[in-house]
C-alpha cells in the first residue's frame, strides 16, 4: 500500500553546521542534499511507494529555545495536515524533545495517526551521522502502511533502535546514540534487523475527530528538593499568586523534609489554590504517598500523586490542564492516565 508521509524540520543538531558561534542550525535546502531519495522521492521505491512533504518550522531552533509556543505551532501543522497524510515526522533537537514530545501528545487529543519525533546527535553532514538511520526508521513508523506493518497512533520518538512512548521518554544521553530511553515503561518498538512492535502496549485507535487543545499556563515551576533546602521563596511566589502549580521532585518515594516550612507550603497553596503535581527525582520508579512518615506532609487536596510521570511530562501535563482546564477539573484530569503518562 502507498503511505503520504508529512516531514516538518524544526531545528536540532540533525541539521546543524559548525559556524563561528558553534553549532547552529542550517536551513532544510541545505540538509534535503544530503537525503536525494527524499528530495527525489525515490526513498523507498526499490521496496514500497512512500511520497514525502516538508514544511519547515519558522525561525529553526536548537531545541533549548523551543517553547509553548513552537509547540502551539507544531501542534497546529499536524492539525492543519492531518486529513492529507497517513503519518507525520517531526525533526527536533534532542534536548527538549521529550517536552515537545509529551506536550504535542496532550495537545492532540483522539490522534489515531503516528506523529514520530526524532533527531540525531551528530549531523547529516558528519561522516557518522546517526541521522539517516533515525529518520529511516522514523519513516517506517510514519510510512507503515508502505512496510505492512501496524499504525502506532501515538506521538512516538524514534532515537537508534527504539521507538518510545513520547510523553515516557527522558533524554538521557548527550553522547550515546541510544539517546532516550524510556525508564518506566516498555519501548513501543523495537527497530532492529527485525521490527518488533509492542501492540499490547500500544494505544487503540478511537473514532473521534482530532482535536487540538492548545494552551499551556506558564505560572508554573519545577523545583527540585534537596537536603536542607527551605522553600521560603516558593511560599511568597505561591502567597503572591504569582503561580498556579508547582511540579515537586521529592525524595524517592514521595519524601519531604520534615520542617515546617512545607507544612506552611502546603497551607498556602490549599489557601490559594495552588496544585502540586508530586514526582520523584529518581529515574525509577513511582511516587507512594504515605509508605513513608516522611510523605504523610502530601497527603492533602492540593497534592496530586504523578505516580511514575517523567519529569517532562509532568511539567507539560501541568502546564497545560492550567492552561486549559478550571480549577474543579485539574485534580482529575492529573490524577488520570490521559495519554498513556502514567501507569
Ligand atoms: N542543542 C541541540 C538541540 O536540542 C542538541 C541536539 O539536537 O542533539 O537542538
Redesign the pocket.
Known amino acids: 500500500m502507498q503511505s503520504n508521509v508529512f516531514i516538518l524540520y524544526t531545528?536540532?543538531?540533525?541539521g546543524m553546521k559548525e559556524t563561528t558561534n558553534g553549532l547552529e542550525p542550517s536551513s532544510w535546502e541545505e540538509i534535503i542534499n544530503y537525503l536525494p531519495a527524499i528530495k527525489n522521492q525515490s526513498y523507498f521505491d526499490f521496496f514500497n511507494e512512500i511520497t514525502f512533504s516538508y514544511d519547515v518550522l519558522e525561525p529553526v531552533l536548537?531545541?533549548?529555545s523551543m517553547n509553548p509556543d513552537s509547540w502551539k505551532k507544531i501542534a497546529k501543522k499536524i492539525k492543519v495536515n492531518y486529513d492529507n497524510y497517513d503519518g507525520f515526522i517531526i525533526i527536533h533537537?534532542?534536548?527538549?524533545l521529550a517536552y515537545t514530545a509529551s506536550a504535542l501528545s496532550f495537545m492532540l487529543e483522539n490522534l489515531n495517526k503516528p506523529v514520530v519525533m526524532t533527531?540525531?546527535?551528530l549531523p547529516i553532514f558528519h561522516p557518522r551521522t546517526d541521522g539517516i538511520t533515525n529518520l529511516s526508521n522514523a519513516i517506517y513508523i510514519a510510512g507503515y502502511l508502505s512496510f505492512g506493518i501496524n499504525c502506532i497512533p501515538e506521538v512516538c520518538i524514534c532515537f537508534n533502535d527504539d521507538v518510545l512512548r513520547g510523553n515516557r521518554s527522558v533524554k538521557t544521553s548527550t553522547n550515546d546514540f541510544e539517546g532516550f530511553s524510556s525508564p518506566n515503561f516498555e519501548n513501543l518498538a523495537y527497530l532492529e534487523q527485525n521490527i518488533t512492535l509492542n501492540n499490547n502496549l500500544i494505544r487503540h485507535k478511537n473514532n473521534g475527530e482530532l482535536i487540538l487543545i492548545p494552551h499551556f499556563s506558564e505560572n508554573v515551576v519545577n523545583v527540585t528538593v534537596f537536603p536542607g533546602y527551605t522553600p521560603s521563596a516558593l511560599i511568597d511566589l505561591i502567597k503572591n499568586k504569582k503561580i498556579d502549580g508547582i511540579v515537586l521532585k521529592t525524595f524517592g518515594s514521595g519524601n519531604l523534609p520534615e520542617t515546617p516550612q512545607w507544612h506552611e507550603l502546603i497551607r498556602a497553596c490549599e489557601d490559594n489554590g495552588t496544585i502540586i503535581f508530586a514526582t520523584t527525582q529518581c529515574p525509577n520508579g513511582k511516587i507512594e504517598i504515605g509508605q513513608y512518615a516522611s510523605s504523610k506532609i502530601l497527603k492533602h487536596e492540593c497534592v496530586i500523586s504523578g505516580k511514575d510521570i517523567t519529569s517532562e511530562a509532568a511539567l507539560t501535563k501541568l502546564m497545560w490542564v492550567i492552561g486549559n482546564y478550571p480549577h474543579q477539573e485539574r485534580r482529575d484530569i492529573l490524577s488520570q492516565s490521559i495519554r498513556g503518562e502514567m501507569t
Open positions: 531545528g536540532g543538531t540533525f536548537d531545541s533549548s533537537g534532542t534536548d527538549t533527531g540525531s546527535q
